[in-house]
């Protein structure tokens, strides 16, 4: 009997447009009125996550950047993972040396070294992956994320790793290299202290070792007096396949990288065909 859906959001819950498409919001007041709990797990932090679902008149709990931090359905923190300022140091050294683009989530807010700099990288990282995209509506999208996320500009990044009172909860780096990012993962899997996975294939995302979606989603239902066996996962990409393997019942979207698929035991439509929507009713269907 499934107690507990945790649902991934961008390339899942959200749609191409990264809104909540109403369909989604249907099935999940649906599966609540039935007794089922609802659980966001995401690679964002959690004021980027709720302005993003307030917007379709949605509320939940969240398991926020991977499962670095952990969050009741008031926004109280429940469980936060945090990464050590020395690793924190030498990780953002390996990422500048390879010519990413790095930004850092940490407690008050994410922050990025060069603001300027950051937006010139992406677009012209997106008009290199997205060549049949005008470049007009690349800059406008990249301008929303910049502007949506309020990322603080902190030129001098000794300043971050210093600081006594910040706390690093996880990097996202991004390079449009598969090559690059093959080589980040590499020199920072020498650390036991991290884990390193991707939200997208031009990124990759580093958080403390214990800040994973599965290890973090297992807290949280056992918080309710829930177990995996009873928890319904969802998710497409990479930074996903933790709860994916450990969830009792774990679905893959049409749209999931094939790793993900593989993985998981059940298989839906795509985040532009509301497969959140159809996985919740397909489960509800068979969890009588």
Known sequence: MIKVIASDMDGTLLNSDIRVA???VKAIEYARSKGIHFVLCTGRMYDDAMGLIHKANLYAPAICMNG??????????????????????????????LGMYTELFTDIGPISTNKKQGKEFLIDMYRKMHPEKPVDNIIEQIEERFEAKDIHEITDANRIFENEEMEILKFISF?????????????????????????????????NRSAQKGISLQYYVEHLGVSLEETFAIGDNMNDLSMIKMAGYSVAMGNAEPEVKKRAKYQTTTNDEHGVAEAIYKMLETNN
């Not at 969050?71 to 945090?82: A, M, N, P, S, T």
């Not at 300022?85 to 030498?90: C, E, G, N, R, T």
């Not at 991290?194 to 031009?202: E, G, H, M």
């Open 22 to 24: 109403s369909e989604n």
């Open 68 to 97: 670095a931090e952990v969050r009741d359905e008031h926004g109280k923190i429940l469980l936060k993972h945090v990464i050590d300022k020395d690793i924190a140091k030498k990780t953002f050294q390996i990422l500048s040396d």
């Open 175 to 207: 390079s449009p290299d598969p090559e690059i990012l093959k080589r980040a993962k590499k020199e920072l899997s020498v650390s036991n202290e991290l884990a390193i996975t991707s939200s997208f294939s031009d990124n990759i995302e580093i958080t």
